[in-house]
T-cell receptor
């Protein structure tokens, strides 16, 4: 079946603009995760959605970052007033249940803020 | 000190060699993940384990909860194993159980 998909694959934006990154999880997966991988840095947790529960936003680096998950499926990560330090690959993953289940990663969105 | 430490950072091996990548962590965990990231950037989950040992093909992962240490072994290594291998742990406590803490990765290059 289809894996996790993300769009766009690449996004170049000017500093100060808002961007939206989309994630389509595997159908039936109730858990969805957003991560960030900056150049030369390791992966960093951003936010976690599980079913209808309140999301775990503990990894969001600032209030310019927000995410939604509509209908328990598609998720959008929004970055407002982008800064150059926001340049990174943003990865989405989903799992069948909660954290006890294997995570399946999408191909990522490479964001470049100029 | 990082909560998840991997060693070595970089590893070059000849095809056929036995490879070991180590991961040490300092927090209480409920599970440990080994991930593989190929040069194109795609990430694949290799193992998720909370005790003992798991094997999949030429890959073996072990974990020692008491020592807070895990190893990833690759037997009969092949150039296609060249990738970055990432260790990640999931905390066993509190409300942030969705939160994975990642090591910085081990870059493996297997020469033919």
């Amino acid at each position: 079946g289809a894996g996790v998909s993300q769009s766009p694959s690449n996004k170049v934006t000017e500093k100060g603009k808002d961007v939206e990154l989309r994630c389509d999880p595997i159908s039936g997966h109730t858990a969805l995760y957003w991560y960030r991988q900056s150049l030369g840095q390791g992966l960093e947790f951003l936010i976690y959605f599980q079913g209808n529960s309140a999301p775990d936003k503990s990894g969001l680096p600032s209030d310019r970052f927000s995410a939604e998950r509509t209908g328990g499926s598609v998720s959008t990560l929004t970055i407002q007033r982008t800064q150059q330090e926001d340049s990174a690959v943003y990865l989405c993953a989903s799992s069948l249940g909660g954290p006890a289940y294997e995570q399946y990663f999408g191909p990522g969105t490479r964001l470049t803020v100029t | 000190k990082n909560e998840v430490e991997q060693s070595p950072q970089n590893l070059t091996a000849q095809e056929g060699e036995f490879i070991t990548i180590n991961c040490s962590y300092s927090v209480g965990i409920s599970a440990l993940h080994w991930l593989q990231q190929h040069p194109g950037g795609g990430i694949v989950s290799l193992f998720m384990l909370s005790s003992g040992k798991k094997k999949h093909g030429r890959l073996i992962a072990t974990i020692n909860i008491q020592e807070k240490h895990s190893s990833l072994h690759i037997t009969a290594s092949h150039p296609r194993d060249s990738a970055v291998y990432i260790c990640a742990v999931r905390s066993g406590y509190g409300g942030s159980q969705g939160n994975l803490i990642f090591g910085k990765g081990t870059k493996l290059s297997v020469k033919p």
